[in-house]
């Protein structure tokens, strides 16, 4: 797990810019603390930082064989078959996955993305064809954002990596305005927010070359008929999850857990105890709560009921070593700002926040850490995908607020775009992606573009939170739910499986049934634990009050005054972006807008 970075041109000296590299590379030495690596040609610059966690002697990068370079990200978990399927044609100094990418380039060309099941970015240039190849896995858990004027390609894992180089704008137009004020915390797939810049789409690779860039989708859902009954699917997604997890323990450094008492986290861990116990080791587990959390919780559709009842059965359960983090309110209002600066955009809030400081409390203990993103998207857990009024509304099933986001666009923002188009032809473009066999029935159909809406949309703004603010602490975290495999293969089972039993991600229960309680196996969906004490909406408040107070010029630039002071009043309580950020949260993300415009100088245009 690392930071790459790098420049291209066929028209300049590469090498003349080294402090211009070195100040992009200090941006990304979060994400890789342990060795920090730099490979200069006249044609390219490659610009690496690394984690060390598989062969740490033997993986540093940039890595050259003969006329090939490579700066990568990521992990391989099928490194081991790739290795046997090659030694045979190549002579391997290392065991390190980041050698066996630079091979399979080399042998099988840009057709070697579709053999590896792993999470990465990466670059490869080839000297003799004078030509980079960069690529992103297919479900986009690693980033990659480049920008391209007519001389040259700049590349890099995170925004402000980019945002050290002088020829990068620091602006943001009318499109990135609706990104971050009607889109937010999600993103435009492919779509970088600071004008000019873009994000390499998930299951995308393609060539920088003197002919320009030439990008292609080397991966996508396909829709295809499933020829296998209830039970067929249960062994089949039994034996897809075991081995998905298994694969991702492979590790030349302890592996943990994060434990929430969920079904997702609960199974992952359960799935290591038995591994590590089989090896004489005890798992590690973490866990975060908020100080005085249970004084003021309150039940809702969304949290029927709060984590460490659920977390505690398990540790026991596991009988993993298990350590908590408990946050207060203070640390997470201060923590409002790091949280941008890992991002690089505004994003979650205190979701975002509180994320970073559970992280930064793991890498104390540990490089490598399992977490359960991306079961709910792919096995159908949300409430959208099981109340039947709103999978069938024609829009974003977690942001049916468009009219009151709008009110806070400033009036020439406001003018210059169309807010309903823009959102509903972002909705519409998912959906109109999504495969569909012409033997679906309407639930099968609407239940692929469902699915494609997830994928596309909140899962990438999970996704980007969980590497954004566990590497800006160096800590690697895997996500076993997000095998390809595994995506390939649920969509095509249809609803009547997933919804086993009449519960959220029923078939996941059945198919693991043997790896839990009770009590957790069967307990209800309940999202990220956020805070309910009223010092934190009273914290936010007076927080972004005093950035009004103080002139807010950059802020009130973007967004309309006026409806910032009516959110300070608390007269409005809409959801802003699904059952996680509600009012506290609202008021939270501004102060991150603003500290977002303020500290990467972004202007107007």
Request: hydrophobic fraction near 35%; proline fraction near 4%.
């Amino acid at each position: 797990m690392c930071g790459i970075a790098g420049a291209i041109s066929f028209k300049e000296d590469m090498r003349e810019d080294m402090k211009i590299y070195e100040k992009m590379q200090n941006a990304l030495l979060h994400r890789g603390p342990d060795q920090r690596g730099m490979s200069l040609f006249r044609e390219a610059a490659l610009i690496h930082t690394r984690l060390s966690v598989i062969d740490i002697n033997g993986g540093r990068q940039p890595m050259n064989f003969g006329n090939y370079t490579i700066v990568y990200n990521g992990e391989l978990y099928n490194t081991y078959e790739l290795l046997k399927e090659l030694e045979n044609e190549f002579e391997f100094t290392s065991h390190s996955d980041t050698e066996v990418i630079l091979k399979s380039y080399i042998k099988w060309g840009s057709s070697c993305v579709e053999r590896f099941n792993g999470i990465f970015a990466f670059a490869v240039y080839d000297k003799q064809e004078h030509r980079v190849f960069i690529a992103r896995d297919r479900i986009g858990v690693k980033p990659l954002f480049y920008y391209q004027n007519e001389r040259k390609l700049i590349f890099s894992s995170e925004l402000p990596s980019l945002l050290e180089h002088p020829e990068i704008p620091h602006e943001i137009d009318e499109y990135g305005a609706a990104e971050l004020l009607i889109m937010a915390p999600g993103r435009t797939l492919g779509f970088g927010v600071i004008r000019c810049i873009k994000e390499l789409k998930p299951g995308w690779c393609g060539y920088y070359s003197p002919d320009g860039l030439k990008l292609w989708e080397y991966w996508r859902l396909k829709a295809l008929e499933l020829h296998e009954n209830f039970e067929q699917t249960v062994e089949h997604v039994r034996e897809l999850v075991l081995d998905s997890i298994r694969r991702q323990l492979v590790s030349d450094v302890p592996v943990c857990t994060f434990l929430s008492g969920g079904l997702d986290s609960s199974l992952i861990s359960s799935v290591a105890a038995t591994e590590m116990k089989k090896q004489g080791k005890q798992l590690t587990t973490f866990s975060v709560d908020y100080r005085n959390n249970e004084k003021y919780f309150q039940k809702s559709h969304f949290q029927p009921d709060s984590d460490p009842e659920y977390i505690r059965c398990m540790a026991e359960y596991l009988c993993s070593d298990h350590h908590w983090t408990v946050v207060d309110t203070p640390e997470l209002i201060a923590a409002l700002d790091e949280a941008v600066e890992a991002r690089g955009l505004p994003g979650m809030a205190d979701v975002d926040a509180s994320l970073l400081l559970f992280c930064r409390e793991i890498k104390k203990h540990g490089t490598v850490a399992l977490s359960g993103e991306c079961a709910d998207e792919i096995f159908g857990g949300y409430p959208w995908y099981r109340d039947k009024d709103i999978r069938m509304t024609d829009g974003f099933p977690w942001a049916q607020n468009t009219a009151y986001r709008k009110r806070f666009l400033c009036d020439d923002y406001a003018e210059r775009i169309n807010v309903e188009e823009y959102i509903y032809s972002a909705y519409r473009t998912t959906v109109d992606y999504a495969e569909k066999l012409s033997t679906d029935s309407p639930l099968e159909y609407r239940m692929r573009e469902m699915t494609q809406l997830n994928f596309h949309w909140f899962m990438q703004t999970l996704l980007d939170r969980k590497d954004r603010m566990s590497m800006y602490s160096g800590l690697e975290v895997r996500v076993p739910f997000c095998d390809y495999r595994i995506a390939e293969y649920l969509y095509n089972v249809p609803w009547e499986y997933k919804d086993y039993k009449g519960r959220e991600k029923g078939l996941l229960r059945e198919a693991m049934k043997e790896w839990l309680p009770e009590k957790v196996l069967w307990r209800k969906k309940s999202p990220y634990p956020k805070t309910h004490n009223p010092a934190f909406l009273a914290g936010v408040t007076e927080k972004l009050q005093s950035i009004l107070d103080n002139g807010g010029e950059r802020l009130t630039q973007l967004v309309n005054r006026e409806e910032l002071e009516k959110l300070l009043h608390h007269k409005d309580n809409v959801q802003w972006y699904g059952q996680l950020m509600n009012l506290p949260q609202t008021i939270a993300y501004f102060i991150q807008l603003n500290y977002w415009l303020e500290r990467f100088d972004i202007k107007l245009r």
